[in-house]
């Protein structure tokens, strides 16, 4: 079984009120292999919500914040406990989440700018399943790892 983003799955729930699905996450839901989640949602955000990165502050601690600097990281990381807690409870233990997102990014992130530029690093929810030993995958390594067999 596996946790995977809710946009994934065709669900709109992105910040922008759009959904990215992907084949391989749309077979896995129809086969009963995966529940969809959305931390953000999990977290209290509605859709559409503005877009939101992960930044440093001046203190070395991560952020999450809209372009005009409004803070979402509460939210954020409520949602990350969410779906670790709703993980733990079905004893699921890998996760196909959607890249590059403040909350399911894995290996690399938007950087804060909102330029579009990326850096290195998870997104919250990516980081907490890591640390309670999930295995974490993206949208963009499906096609890596399909021949490996996720």
Do not use: W
């Amino acid at each position: 079984m596996y946790i995977v983003s809710a946009c994934l799955a065709g669900i709109k729930c992105r910040y922008d009120g759009k959904s990215s699905e992907n084949e391989f996450v749309m077979r896995l839901i129809k086969e009963d292999k995966a529940f969809a989640v959305c931390p953000e949602l999990l977290g209290g955000l509605k859709t559409p919500r503005p877009a939101c990165e992960v930044t440093i502050d001046t203190d070395g601690n991560r952020k999450v914040v809209t372009k005009d600097g409004k803070g979402y990281t509460k939210e954020f990381e409520e949602g990350a406990r969410k779906t670790l807690e709703f993980a733990k409870k079905k004893g699921i233990n890998k996760a196909i989440l959607k890249s590059k997102s403040p909350s399911c990014g894995c290996g690399l992130i938007h950087d804060g700018s909102f330029t579009g530029a990326l850096t290195r690093g998870d997104g919250l929810t990516a980081e907490l399943l890591i640390k309670a030993g999930l295995e974490v995958y993206t949208d963009k390594q499906l096609e890596e790892n399909l021949n490996k067999k996720i």
